[in-house]
């Protein structure tokens, strides 16, 4: 439990320091905001640009699912939900290029420039309970499978473990970030914006660091188990030396 809300810390001060007043709605309205040119120049505006571009797609897709866009008696399918989508997040754009002094394509540049430091406290608190997981199996089948007894089984064993939780690993990985980025954008319909999570589009370089902690706790067990088999076997082999110089003392 404790080494749980150790990995779990980083994205509840995450979560907290992104956290901004609710100024969500389904109308497909901008709240209300003063007019201040932004110098891209400068990283907090940037960043501020970026916030205000994410909240426009954010509303974008609120007004979208909550169907005030809908006109009985018209067609109300898919490609009606993307457009009406699609002509809010336009409008919003405009307005905030308006208020800050900046171009349309500006404001939607801003909005695929995701912020690293949230993307980097979930891969390290990920990283970390993965390789406590890859620990303690690894250990397991380092116990099952001695690699002194049978190198062979062993490495064929610790491999066919490695793909495996790998695999189960990258799965986890995207349901966390889809579950974690649900929350930091307060809305669990992320639409088109699961499309910007690097994860997705890095499951090869993922895959790899995965099989490498595997394989790194593994060669520790391995290690430690070689380590105590010759420890055992030197000790048998005092034990029955002492018993042989035993039994010669006791002839004589």
């Known amino acids: 439990m404790r080494r749980l809300v150790i990995i779990s810390l980083p994205l509840l001060v995450c979560f907290a320091a992104t956290a901004a007043p609710d100024r969500r709605n389904t109308k497909c309205e901008w709240p209300q905001e003063a007019a201040i040119p932004i110098d891209l120049r400068n990283p907090e505006q940037q960043r501020h640009l970026h916030d205000d571009a994410e909240l426009a797609e954010d509303l974008a897709v609120r007004y979208s ?22 002509e809010c997040m336009t ?8 208020n800050h002094g900046v171009t349309f394509e ?26 406590l997981v890859a620990y303690y199996l690894a250990k397991r089948v380092c116990h099952r ?5 049978s190198w062979h089984t062993a490495l064929v064993t610790t491999v066919g473990a490695s793909i495996l939780v790998s695999f189960v690993g990258i799965l986890t990985l995207e349901t966390m970030t889809f579950i974690t980025e649900g929350i930091r954008l307060g809305n669990g319909h992320l639409s088109d914006r699961a499309n910007r999570i690097p994860w997705a589009h890095n499951r090869i370089a993922l895959f790899a660091g995965g099989l490498f902690l595997f394989w790194l706790a593994a060669a520790f067990h391995h290690r430690a188990a070689v380590r105590d088999a010759e420890v055992s ?12 110089k035993n039994g010669l003392w006791l002839s004589q």
Do not use: C
């Open 106 to 131: 500006q404001v939607r540049e801003a909005l695929v420039q995701r912020p690293m430091s949230h993307d980097a406290v979930v891969l390290l608190s990920f990283t970390l309970f993965y390789f």
């Open 145 to 149: 499978f001695p690699f002194h007894e």
């Open 91 to 98: 409008a919003l754009f405009s307005t905030i290029a308006r």
């Open 65 to 86: 699912d909550s169907g005030n866009w809908k006109v009985p008696g018209q067609d109300n399918g898919h490609a009606a939900y993307v457009r009406a989508r699609n």
């Open 233 to 244: 076997g030197t000790e048998a082999f005092r034990a029955r030396d002492q018993r042989s």
